[in-house]
């Protein structure tokens, strides 16, 4: 069956580290993916669109990477932030948008 | 300020009353959609529309209906017939160019009393 997983533990780190989300898919095959980040209470913001011929693609302090072979997207927050704490979905594109469950990460001082 | 509204923000409903959400777009953008949002599950479509007066079913249709008489306005109705309607409704909107990319609102709590 169709599957598009993010871990729904949430992700916990200091100030300052980098953050890493996942983002694994099964019987998928996705011409792009995305990531978006969603406040509470609020609607998804978009951040970052990578194409399956791309491997990474950068914006400022964000950073995400695209393995076809691995059905597999990383999400990268460098010199995290406590602003940065929020939950984050991937979806990728599948006739229309299929999004994740989302991934809550929460940076402490 | 471009954008999409949605109102009201929190909306409540009672047994066996059909209750409209609204969602309005000045991006001047073709397509809108509708998601629903449930804890622990991620955004499912229920209508989307990539044309005025035209408009397709999504993922979980079932108890919603849709109009798109105008391009900047497209209203959700939940019907009697959605037996579970507590959820958190999101309206999205994209371009034709770059249809990639979804603008969300800033969504509708509706609740069962």
């Known amino acids: 069956s169709q599957k598009i997983e993010q871990n729904s533990e949430a992700l916990n780190i200091q100030e300052g580290k980098t953050a890493t989300l996942t983002c694994n898919y099964t019987n998928y095959s996705p011409a792009y993916l995305q990531w978006y980040r969603q406040d509470p209470g609020r609607g998804p913001v978009f951040l970052l669109l990578i194409r399956e011929n791309e491997k990474e693609k950068r914006k400022e302090r964000l950073k995400v990477t695209f393995d076809t072979t691995l059905k597999q997207s990383l999400f990268h927050i460098t010199a995290s932030q406590p602003a940065d704490s929020a939950t984050y979905l991937c979806?990728?594109?599948?006739?229309?948008?299929?999004f994740g469950t989302g991934t809550r990460l929460q940076v402490f001082p | 300020d471009g954008g999409i509204t949605q109102s009201p923000k929190y909306l409540f409903r009672k047994e066996g009353q059909n209750v409209t959400l609204s969602c309005e777009q000045n991006l001047n953008h073709d397509a809108m959609y509708w998601y629903r949002q449930d804890p622990g599950q991620g955004l499912r479509l229920i209508y989307y529309?990539?044309?005025?007066?035209?408009?397709q079913k999504g993922d979980i249709a079932e108890g919603y209906s849709v109009s798109r008489e105008k391009k900047e306005s497209f209203p959700l109705t939940v019907t009697s017939a959605q037996k579970n309607p507590t959820a958190f409704y999101l309206c999205?909107?994209?371009?034709?160019?770059?249809?990639?990319?979804?603008?969300f609102g800033p969504g509708t709590r509706l609740l069962v009393l």
């Open positions: 529309s990539q044309i005025v007066n035209d408009f």
């Open positions: 999205a909107s994209s371009s034709t160019g770059e249809r990639e990319t979804q603008y």
């Open positions: 979806a990728l594109e599948a006739d229309k948008l299929i």
